[in-house]
């Protein structure tokens, strides 16, 4: 687009202003490529995290790169057992790129959902579940410190500010109209 726009503007001696409705900007601007997405996660009774595996697929241009969906399942929850992919479909679209927040966005969703449910089947509280499974270390490095990491401080300072021991914890118990809500809780690092 951006190569014939000023074309455009010389032919017919005026400036000219390119628009899309909403549905064709992925095809013909950078956007967020989809993603699928493959998590399992494991605990031991006790609620450890003990595996995860994140693997996501996307799609770019030749020579581009993966959405890196899997990068806060690398650094965000201990578990000694990890295995993370990205696959890379190339596709004929403009290039893949982050949009509106970092790539890994798409997959700190999925992990964050993931743990929700794992919380719930482990019948633990999800702040808790978080603050169990916390790491003062790299847990793909575990020899790397941490210099600065306050994932607990800020678990239980939104708790409280939030009134998350006053929730129904029961899903679909919440109502807004017509629609059921969650509370969810999420965590989340930046590097």
Same mark, same amino acid.
């Given at each position: 687009? $951006?190569?014939?726009? #000023?074309?455009? =503007?010389?032919?017919?001696? $005026?400036?000219?202003?390119?628009?899309?409705?909403?549905?064709? /900007? #992925?095809?013909?601007?950078?956007?967020?490529?989809?993603?699928? !997405?493959?998590?399992?996660?494991?605990?031991? !009774?006790? &609620?450890?995290?003990? =595996? /995860?595996?994140?693997?996501?697929?996307?799609?770019?241009? #030749?020579?581009?790169?993966?959405?890196?969906?899997? !990068?806060?399942?690398?650094?965000?929850?201990?578990g000694a057992n990890r295995h993370t992919g990205l696959r890379l479909a190339t596709l004929d679209l403009p290039e893949g790129n982050a949009m509106r927040a970092p790539g890994e966005a798409p997959g700190l969703m999925a992990l964050e959902i993931a743990i929700d449910e794992l919380a719930e089947k482990a019948g633990i509280d999800?702040?808790?579940? %978080? /603050?169990?499974?916390?790491? @003062?270390?790299?847990? =793909?490095?575990?020899?790397?410190?941490?210099?600065?990491? @306050?994932? /607990?401080?800020?678990? $239980?300072?939104?708790?409280?500010?939030?009134?998350?021991? @006053? $929730?129904? =914890?029961?899903?679909? !118990?919440?109502?807004? &109209?017509?629609?059921?809500? %969650?509370? %969810?809780?999420?965590?989340?690092?930046?590097?």
């Open positions: 687009m $951006r190569c014939w726009r #000023p074309s455009a =503007a010389r032919a017919v001696k $005026r400036p000219v202003k390119v628009m899309l409705p909403r549905p064709s /900007i #992925p095809n013909n601007t950078t956007h967020r490529p989809a993603t699928l !997405q493959h998590l399992r996660i494991g605990a031991d !009774q006790s &609620g450890k995290i003990t =595996a /995860i595996s994140h693997e996501s697929w996307s799609g770019n241009l #030749p020579g581009g790169t993966p959405e890196t969906a899997v !990068q806060q399942s690398e650094l965000l929850y201990a999800p702040v808790e579940f %978080r /603050i169990l499974n916390d790491t @003062q270390v790299d847990p =793909a490095d575990p020899t790397r410190c941490f210099s600065r990491r @306050q994932l /607990i401080e800020c678990l $239980r300072t939104g708790a409280d500010k939030f009134g998350w021991k @006053q $929730r129904n =914890a029961t899903p679909g !118990q919440v109502r807004d &109209g017509e629609v059921a809500s %969650r509370p %969810r809780c999420c965590g989340g690092l930046s590097q």
